[in-house]
């Protein structure tokens, strides 16, 4: 958790390429350890703090790019309930949807 607190803060900050590059450590440890639902959730959370961080400073394609990097990650069942312990059905529903608009081509 402290990895995606800290992305929302470089992200807050302008900080946008440290937000990636420890985005980019996130999705290391996921692929290293693909049996810890935990992990993939942590990028999840991550990629989609890091994308608001992009839609914010007006930098969609960068945003982009977060969700196809972590596109598996972000599509999962588990951060889908991530979603809507942390939102609601509604909004995580939104979301979702939000998220799967930008990994389309």
Do not use: T
């Not at 402290?2 to 450590?25: F, K, S, T």
């Not at 400073?57 to 312990?85: P, T, Y």
């Amino acid at each position: 958790m402290l990895a995606v607190n800290l992305i929302i803060d470089y992200g807050n900050g302008g900080q946008l390429a440290a937000a990636r590059a420890l985005l980019d450590r996130l999705e290391q440890l996921a692929a290293a350890h693909p049996d810890e639902p935990e992990v993939r959730v942590e990028l999840a959370q991550g990629a989609f703090n890091l994308i608001v961080g992009h839609a914010k400073a007006q930098r969609l394609d960068d945003g982009r790019a977060a969700a196809h990097m972590a596109g598996d990650a972000l599509m999962s069942a588990e951060f889908a309930v991530s979603c809507r312990e942390q939102f609601g059905e509604e909004v995580a529903a939104q979301v979702l949807a939000w998220l799967r608009s930008l990994l389309e081509p």
